[in-house]
């Protein structure tokens, strides 16, 4: 009798390995490597966002159909700016290192950055400058879109895009 119960116990103690092994698979079969995160603020306002659905190229450059439509992308989240007030934004380290440019109502930034942090005057991002006669307005809401560059290629690997709306 007592054979028996040291048998039980180890066919136990093994099915229940056995089961926290394949549980530990499965849900790390279910995992997604998260998406890099990209931070403005504005004031004592914080918005951060994952890359914007369908400008993801997974660590690949993206295609010219791609950027087009992600260039054309409205929206994200957005943030309200009062005059005067500095825009930060920040992007995780390997974002950093491929490089990352900010592309705004003007030209925002005119050299890619290796840095996880900038700083804008709210002034340059709203600031809309027309090709044909090289005056600049300024606009009430703008499109930010943040490109992570891929190495030699240079073109966009990945965009976020956040709403800029200046305060009244």
């Not at 119960?5 to 926290?20: D, E, H, M």
């Not at 995992?31 to 914007?52: D, M, N, Q, R």
């Not at 380290?93 to 890619?112: L, T």
């Not at 027309?130 to 307005?137: D, I, K």
Request: with cysteine; hydrophobic share 35%.
């Amino acid at each position: 009798m007592t054979a028996a119960l040291i048998s039980w116990g180890k066919g136990r103690r093994a099915a229940a390995a056995i089961g926290a092994v394949s549980l530990g698979l499965i849900t790390l079969s279910a995992c997604e490597k998260p998406t890099p995160l990209a931070t403005v603020t504005a004031g004592s306002t914080t918005v951060t966002s994952e890359v914007t659905p369908g400008c993801d190229g997974e660590g690949k450059v993206l295609d010219k159909k791609t950027i087009e439509s992600c260039l054309s992308k409205k929206g994200g989240k957005t943030i309200t700016v009062s005059p005067g007030e500095k825009v930060r934004i920040g992007v995780e380290p390997e974002v950093a290192k491929s490089g990352w440019i900010v592309i705004g109502g003007g030209p925002v930034m005119r050299e890619p950055s290796k840095e996880t942090y900038r700083s804008f005057d709210a002034e340059a991002l709203f600031a809309m400058q027309n090709p044909q006669t090289g005056q600049t307005s300024y606009t009430k809401e703008v499109t930010l879109q943040i490109a992570e560059l891929g190495g030699d290629a240079g073109g966009p690997k990945a965009m976020w895009h956040f709403t800029l709306k200046q305060k009244d």
